[in-house]
């Protein structure tokens, strides 16, 4: 399928929305760190920079530098707290950064998220066995909130973070 029919089949979509994407698009596919920063809104910017870094990390997951990592992590963790619960970052998408990802959420200057995740990583089995199959209901019960409390931005939008510590973080990104 050509890129330019890549919002095609979205009839809700203004020819200026698909516009707009495909411009975002442009960026990721060529990795264009003067396009990305020029970039007025946070979320567009948080959008192409994070697929930015799965492209990289998928390429070489060792390749990020700690600048990126922070912000690749947090992306994620982000994601799994939006679209199913903190677990599925802890537990099945990165364990291996399940206590990196706190100090990561610091760096960027999310301190409450990062105290919830401090939390929530002490509640994980230390033999690594997943959650529920040894959380007893209270446990289960503060894992979902800490979940909650998580997903409801306590540091105010992410994206808005996101864009700061790049933005003083340039020259790593």
């Given at each position: 399928?050509p890129k330019e029919d890549h919002y095609s089949g979205l009839s809700w979509m203004t020819e200026e929305m698909k516009n707009h994407l495909l411009q975002r698009d442009?960026?990721?596919?060529?990795?264009?760190?003067d396009a990305l920063f020029a970039l007025d809104d946070n979320s567009d910017f948080a959008i192409a920079l994070h697929e930015i870094l799965i492209s990289r990390y998928?390429?070489?997951?060792?390749?990020?530098?700690?600048?990126?990592?922070?912000?690749?992590?947090?992306?994620?963790?982000?994601?799994?707290?939006?679209?199913?619960?903190?677990?599925?970052?802890?537990?099945?998408?990165?364990?291996?950064?399940?206590?990196?990802?706190?100090?990561?959420?610091?760096?960027?200057?999310?301190?409450?998220?990062?105290?919830?995740?401090?939390?929530?990583?002490?509640?994980?089995?230390?033999?690594?066995?997943?959650?529920?199959?040894?959380?007893?209901?209270?446990?289960?019960?503060?894992?979902?909130?800490?979940?909650?409390?998580?997903?409801?931005?306590?540091?105010?939008?992410?994206?808005?973070?996101?864009?700061?510590?790049?933005?003083?973080?340039?020259?790593?990104?």
């Amino acid at each position: 399928m050509p890129k330019e029919d890549h919002y095609s089949g979205l009839s809700w979509m203004t020819e200026e929305m698909k516009n707009h994407l495909l411009q975002r698009d442009k960026i990721v596919e060529e990795q264009d760190m003067d396009a990305l920063f020029a970039l007025d809104d946070n979320s567009d910017f948080a959008i192409a920079l994070h697929e930015i870094l799965i492209s990289r990390y998928e390429n070489n997951s060792n390749a990020l530098s700690p600048i990126q990592l922070n912000l690749f992590l947090c992306m994620h963790l982000e994601n799994a707290g939006q679209a199913d619960h903190i677990l599925s970052f802890l537990q099945e998408w990165f364990p291996q950064h399940a206590k990196d990802v706190a100090n990561a959420l610091n760096e960027i200057g999310a301190i409450k998220s990062a105290e919830l995740i401090k939390q929530a990583v002490e509640l994980l089995p230390k033999d690594g066995s997943w959650f529920f199959k040894s959380a007893d209901e209270t446990v289960q019960i503060l894992m979902s909130k800490i979940d909650r409390e998580f997903s409801g931005y306590p540091d105010g939008m992410l994206r808005d973070l996101y864009r700061k510590y790049a933005e003083n973080n340039r020259s790593d990104i």
